[in-house]
């Protein structure tokens, strides 16, 4: 049950209240249905953890909703934040504005730069009690995503970037990131049906280019448990980066075939990972 913080819960007989509140930041969705007391806490204890997904540069929140699907038939809440994909610092706290709206136990889900994002914004937040990375980031304080991807050969992306400068309103300059769009299903999602992979390459958010750039100043896999989906046909993020990360965190992790867009090509995978976490941590 997805419960926000601050409300009070009421049992009304024979009613069945649904409250839904849209945030900008994905869907929540109360539902409570009348019992007798000990029903109710009985049903409290046994509730299942939140899971809140965080996605990456070049997507958007509809790229979990085959995973959305999958958790939700399996009982699970379940929350797409908005990221603003602007640097970590300032996306964790965008990230932990919906953590502090939840009530309960979270399982908390990053896919690519959203791996930066939720390694902060999970640090000394204790109903976090598990971190899933997806084709992921799993940065120490003082790395970037960008030294990271660079570590070992493999990325194609800069070629496939396609970089927009504006001026801001202090009249300094910035860079935003997009992907070429007859590129984008090359590069970021190969094993995607064409159909909507072109889809995304029109629906695509950019990063700025600093966010890139900046470094980590916490990691919240250093304390958590922690699970990776290793991507080897990754062309964003290469393998043998993703392998290095996931042992340096000792994360229990899953390789698989796939593209930078695992979590739409194989959802099923993704949320399997993702209830094995919330298994392990939460009782």
Do not use: C
């Not at 990053?110 to 992921?136: M, R």
């Not at 739409?264 to 941590?281: C, D, G, K, M, N």
């Amino acid at each position: 049950m997805v419960s926000i913080k601050g409300g009070r819960k009421r049992l009304v007989t024979g009613v069945v209240s649904t409250l839904t509140a849209g945030l900008a930041l994905g869907a929540f969705a109360l539902s409570g249905t009348a019992n007798s007391a000990p029903e109710t806490v009985e049903a409290g204890r046994h509730a299942k953890p939140t899971i809140v997904l965080e996605h990456g540069a070049f997507a958007d929140g509809s790229s979990w909703n085959g995973v959305i699907a999958e958790l939700r038939a399996d009982g699970y809440p379940v929350v797409a934040a908005a990221n603003p994909l602007r640097g970590p610092s300032a996306d964790a706290a965008a990230l932990r504005t919906v953590l502090d709206h939840l009530e309960g136990p979270k399982i908390l889900v990053g896919h690519s730069y959203g791996g930066n994002v939720i390694s902060q914004a999970a640090t000394e937040d204790p109903e976090v009690k598990a971190l899933v990375y997806v084709a992921a980031f799993l940065p120490a304080p003082g790395e970037s995503a960008l030294e990271l991807t660079n570590k070992f050969p493999g990325s194609t992306l800069p070629g496939a970037l396609d970089p927009i400068t504006y001026q801001q309103p202090d009249g300094s300059t910035a860079t935003d990131l997009y992907i070429k769009q007859d590129k984008f299903r090359q590069q970021f999602a190969a094993d995607v049906h064409a159909r909507e992979a072109a889809l995304m390459a029109a629906a695509q958010r950019p990063i700025a280019q600093a966010a890139l750039e900046e470094k980590a100043t916490s990691a919240a896999w250093k304390s958590k448990p922690t699970w990776d989906i290793v991507t080897t046909r990754d062309l964003n993020i290469p393998a043998a980066v993703q392998r290095f990360m996931a042992e340096r965190a000792n994360a229990h992790t899953t390789e698989v075939a796939a593209s930078h867009s695992v979590a739409v090509s194989h959802p099923h995978l993704v949320a399997e990972v993702i209830e094995r976490a919330a298994r392990a941590t939460v009782r």
